[in-house]
């Protein structure tokens, strides 16, 4: 079972990021999301985390499941989270960027969340993020990290 979500939020084709001012991702952009709590279900634990980090009323989204991402812990546990994508469709209630409890909220060019050598993205997102987009199937991206540091992603699809 996984216990975490993360939705990337779309905005006239740029995308609602956040750095993030604690571990895991320290410093690096990536999506909102969290923990899902005891009895919540993927879908409930996502709209809240929305709410709390964005202020974004998650009715206003076209919000899609994208499948899971995936990794190994040391102790050899499989861990993982949710993924969504949500397209917004009425302006942002916010200017940004903004300084939340959580780190900073921006608007990104889609291209510069796609780009591989983009260094201040947590590590998986360029292998999984233009599919979402585009791609109503769903994929595991499970992720191989050694020593912190991820090596590679393997893309299955999902039955």
Same mark, same amino acid.
């Given at each position: 079972?996984?216990?975490? *979500?993360?939705? +990337? ?10 750095? &993030? ?6 410093? &690096?952009?990536?999506? =909102? ?10 879908? $409930?634990?996502? #709209? ?7 202020? @974004?009323? %998650? ?9 899971? =991402? *995936?990794?190994?812990? %040391?102790?050899? /546990? ?14 942002? $209630?916010? #200017?940004? %960027?903004?300084?939340? &409890? ?6 990104? %060019?889609? /291209? ?19 599919? @979402? ?11 191989? +990290? !050694?020593? !912190?540091?991820?090596?590679? =992603? /393997?893309? #299955?699809?999902? *039955?």
């Amino acid at each position: 079972m996984f216990k975490y *979500t993360l939705c +990337f939020i779309i905005y006239q084709n740029q995308v609602l990021l956040l750095n &993030r001012n604690k571990n895991p991702w320290m410093g &690096r952009w990536n999506g =909102v999301g969290g923990k899902i709590n005891e009895g919540e279900d993927k879908f $409930s634990a996502i #709209k809240r985390e929305i709410i709390e980090e964005t202020q @974004i009323n %998650p009715d206003n989204l076209d919000l899609k499941y994208r499948g899971i =991402v *995936t990794w190994n812990e %040391p102790t050899g /546990e499989i861990l993982g989270l949710h993924l969504f994508v949500g397209f917004l469709n009425e302006p942002l $209630s916010f #200017k940004v %960027p903004l300084k939340t &409890r959580e780190g900073i909220l921006d608007l990104k %060019p889609i /291209e510069w969340v796609s780009d591989f050598k983009n260094l201040g993205l947590v590590d998986n997102i360029p292998y999984f993020f233009p599919r @979402i987009l585009q791609d109503d199937k769903l994929y595991q991206y499970h992720c191989h +990290f !050694e020593n !912190e540091l991820m090596q590679s =992603v /393997e893309i #299955k699809l999902l *039955t």
